[in-house]
């Protein structure tokens, strides 16, 4: 299985930003601990460029409104609307950079992982996460298995992402859980699986309505019932974002 981990280009970001985004120690996380623990089961990383903010071309006098109902960009040779409330410039690069890993899963016709650069992972769940990916790729339908652990931090017990009560998932198969339609919350995009038919689904929802906030657009794609969700049974040894970096 491939896998894409969305990261800043040494070469093309400015020093300042790097500074802000920890680039250095997260780069050194990357290359040291999650790529080497990825090809313990089997996954090939490679590291896409995470997208500029300032290569980005449009109307930033209006980035500050929140409704902006005619707003759009260029990029790459391509014309792409923005969503309401208006996305802020390094949402907008966020996303552009998951879409063209959507594009990427489509021409290699498999499903693939992707990350962002302030995950860690907990070596605990690593053989819950290889057996959940061994499982969702049977599923022949559009979908996302959602890997972005619940467990606070226990450097920063404040930092905590979400708990998933037990109530409101139902067994699929022995190592998933399908989460049930009452499920409210799926903000976050730091580490999942997307499928093809998934990631068509979510390239079309980007070209109909258009670019938001990535947390925000995933959550409202399952809302919306394009695609359907999983989780691995145990949902807590996964991704956990960085206490520090992320």
Known sequence: MKGFVIHINEKSESKAHRGSENYYLRRNILINETIPTLKKIGITVKCHDAILYENLKYNRLNEHLFFNPNAELNFKRKKYKLDNPHPIGFEIA????????WNKCIKLNESILILEDDVIIDNFGLYNIHNAIID?????EPALLYL???????????RTLKYYSSDIL???????????????????TAAYVINPKGAEKLIQKVNDTGIMTPDGFIHRA?????????????YRNNFLLHPDLS
Do not use: A, C, M
Not at 94 to 101: A, C, E, N, P, S
Not at 152 to 158: A, L, Q, R, V, Y
Not at 222 to 234: A, C, G, M, S, T
């Open 170 to 188: 139902f067994n699929y198969s022995q190592y998933l859980f399908k989460v049930s339609n009452n499920h409210y919350d799926w903000s976050g």
């Open 94 to 101: 966020l996303l552009l950079g998951h879409y063209q890993l």
């Open 222 to 234: 399952f809302q919306e019932r394009k695609l359907n969700p999983y989780i691995p049974k145990d």
């Open 136 to 140: 969702f790729n049977i599923i022949d």
């Open 148 to 158: 972005q652990s619940t467990t606070p931090s226990t450097e920063k017990p404040k």
